[in-house]
């Protein structure tokens, strides 16, 4: 498995942006398809964005579509989740999460411990 660590959460306000880092160590991070997934004070975990082995495709939650782009840099072990325009209702802590083989929604084996986002209206 590989390591996972996030960083730069905070607090903003709405129509702010944020951007979250992910730095893997361990197994070859490019062997990895890595995605970002957040959970809201008494709600389940749910999809954020996804991006394949070689950054060739991405994938977007309907809810953050055209707000957050999800990028990577094999060279530096690190994953990327650029937010903006961000709303009240993208509170949550997000977590970076890594996965061999096919899929994107789901079957993510490594968790980062997290870091929280608030967003004040």
């Known amino acids: 498995q590989v390591q996972l660590v996030e960083s730069g959460g905070g607090f903003v306000q709405t129509g702010g942006s944020l951007r979250l880092s992910c730095a893997a160590s361990?197994?070859?991070?490019?062997?990895?398809?890595m995605g970002w997934f957040r959970q809201a004070p008494g709600k389940e975990r749910e999809f954020v964005a996804a991006?394949?082995?070689?950054?060739?495709?991405?994938y977007y939650a309907d809810s953050v579509k055209g707000r957050f782009t999800i990028s990577r840099d094999n060279a530096k072990n690190t994953v990327y989740l650029q937010m903006n325009s961000l709303k009240p209702e993208d509170t949550a802590v997000y977590y970076c999460?890594?996965?061999?083989?096919?899929?994107?929604?789901?079957?993510?084996?490594?968790w980062g411990p997290g870091t929280q986002v608030t967003v004040s209206s």
């Open positions: 999460a890594a996965k061999v083989g096919s899929g994107w929604r789901s079957g993510y084996d490594s």
């Open positions: 991006i394949t082995r070689n950054s060739g495709i991405t």
């Open positions: 361990g197994r070859t991070f490019s062997s990895y398809t």
